[in-house]
């Protein structure tokens, strides 16, 4: 007989979260419905992929998880597969959002809602110095000595950009402003692609103390395309090197800032104490960038880039009230992250005195994840091919992310949602009446690995396997690949897109998110849980 599982209601989630008590509040929805409407603090944690995150994202077995959906029969599920994987103190969130939503709870549209909040706060409070689009681009026209600083990531940053923007992600700013403006009348002007990344961007530098004029591009890229502009697609403008002198400048000034902001300080011999105590989690986190992290890095760290690990703390760091630890080679980039972490509410430490030697670990950091149900059988990429050649008795269930399926698949096979998978096996069961067999899939079979046992479940008239090494090893042989919404057993609910991606994003979706990141600090006041202690 199975256990009811323990309910916990709004108000003690509630009290949690005022205390700075460690809580991790998980919406194991798909991460769409999750951004149409979830409380502040609340971490995106999708049922079909707990396996692969839990454990990384949640480190500490003993973290009080309260789970919810929106009553789609997914949270029940997800706190059993949490707890089968050892951890211990998982309960229902009492009548789930809806449950939330009646107790008077707030709710917030989008995604990294906590760091876009707090980036409205920040310019609220310290009136963060902006421009509008038509002012960048007449500076820019008329060969003004201005320089424009992209703080997103340098993806985004290629997709598309302000013409002459060079790609200076968000916790790189302090640290390089100095060497691409080394005249002090040089204007800085910071861009991403709504709000959030150039309002802390902006203010990192004032905040610094930088001699030149420092101003945001207000709203972005988004403001840039609605004032009729025109962006750059494809750019590559990226940072250089900086001198020792300006890395010391920089440090110097960092430091500064996070003292300001209640940074604590850490040593390397403090943290096997930390790791080890009852109640507690601690993050142990790399800002630099991830080439660097690859060269070398502390054990048991992680790569976070130090901007985006601002702008996503809810996926980083997903237990409001666990412990960070910061770690650089600068006294730069960790400094600044930490000062912003810090006003956010959280218990931020930077690691000082760190000898070269301890970054020792090369390449990516190891992903703790728990073996699948064995035995699972697996096909080749050469056994697959000629059995799709035999006609229609073999069909391809792929796991992958909706817009990698999109980019490119195995030619047939049927993009699954592991979360809607009886569903979508019944639309694939009546779509293909001559399946014999099934054959998992996904970039490289870890997520369709743990499928592949309830697939068999559900349909135990059909051969099932796993395709080894996954449609990167189809790739990799040379396989045939098609693209597009070719086989949907599943809605593309699996990622939200945001109103400010790609090149093709409706006018009125661009001003709709700049109106709602408008209505944010209010937001917070009516939510009252955020914590956040602007300097």
Not at 68 to 94: F, H, N, P
Not at 255 to 284: H, I, N
Not at 316 to 337: E, F
């Amino acid at each position: 007989m199975t256990t009811a599982l323990p309910t916990t209601p709004f108000a003690q989630v509630r009290a949690h979260l005022l205390a700075g008590h460690e809580i991790a509040l998980l919406d194991v929805r798909e991460e769409d419905p999750f951004a149409q409407a979830h409380p502040l603090w609340a971490a995106n944690l999708p049922l079909g992929r707990i396996e692969l995150d839990a454990w990384t994202r949640i480190p500490r077995r003993d973290t009080t998880l309260v789970v919810y959906d929106q009553g789609e029969g997914l949270a029940e599920e997800a706190a059993r597969r949490l707890i089968a994987l050892g951890y211990s103190q998982v309960s229902l969130l009492e009548g789930g959002l809806d449950g939330w939503r009646a107790a008077g709870g707030e709710l917030f549209r989008d995604v990294n809602v906590p760091s876009k909040s707090f980036g409205e706060l920040v310019e609220a409070e310290r009136h963060t110095p902006s421009l509008a689009a038509e002012e960048v681009k007449a500076l820019i026209e008329q060969n003004a000595n201005v320089v424009v600083l992209d703080a997103r990531r340098f993806e985004e940053y290629q997709t598309m950009s302000i013409p002459s923007g060079i790609s200076v992600p968000g916790a790189e700013l302090v640290l390089r402003a100095s060497a691409l403006a080394p005249d002090p009348s040089t204007h800085i002007v910071v861009n991403c692609a709504g709000r959030t990344r150039s309002i802390i961007g902006t203010q990192s530098l004032v905040n610094a103390g930088l001699p030149n004029r420092v101003t945001a591009l207000r709203n972005g890229t988004i403001g840039w395309l609605l004032a009729g502009q025109t962006l750059d697609h494809g750019a590559s403008r990226r940072f250089g090197e900086v001198t020792p002198e300006q890395i010391a400048q920089a440090s110097a000034r960092a430091r500064a800032v996070a003292d300001r902001a209640g940074v604590r300080r850490a040593r390397l011999a403090q943290l096997p104490a930390w790791l080890a105590e009852a109640g507690r989690s601690t993050y142990r986190l790399d800002v630099r960038t991830p080439e660097e992290f690859t060269r070398g890095h502390l054990p048991g760290f992680r790569s976070a880039p130090g901007g985006q690990l601002v702008q996503e703390t809810d996926h980083s760091v997903p237990v409001r009230g666990a412990r960070i630890v910061l770690s650089d080679d600068d006294g730069v980039r960790a400094n600044m992250s930490a000062s912003w972490l810090a006003q956010m509410g959280w218990e931020v430490h930077v690691l000082d005195e760190v000898p070269a030697s301890a970054f020792s670990e090369r390449g990516n950091a190891p992903t703790p994840v728990p073996p699948p149900e064995a035995p699972i059988p697996l096909t080749s990429v050469a056994t697959l091919q000629a059995w799709l050649a035999d006609g229609p008795g073999t069909v391809v269930l792929d796991f992958t992310t909706s817009v990698n399926y999109v980019k490119r698949h195995i030619p047939g096979a049927w993009w699954a949602l592991r979360s809607q998978l009886r569903e979508g096996l019944a639309l694939v069961r009546a779509a293909e009446p001559a399946a014999t067999r099934l054959v998992l899939t996904c970039g490289s079979s870890a997520l369709a690995a743990y499928a592949v046992a309830e697939t068999a479940r559900l349909s135990p008239d059909l051969q099932m396997s796993l395709l080894d090494g996954g449609t990167q090893a189809w790739i990799d042989a040379g396989g045939a690949l098609e693209a597009g919404e070719t086989h949907l057993a599943a809605p593309r609910t699996d990622r939200y897109r945001r109103p400010y991606e790609g090149t093709d994003a409706p006018r009125e979706a661009m001003q709709g998110y700049l109106d709602w990141e408008f209505g944010l600090v209010e937001q917070l006041g009516r939510d009252g849980t955020h914590g956040f202690k602007v300097i």
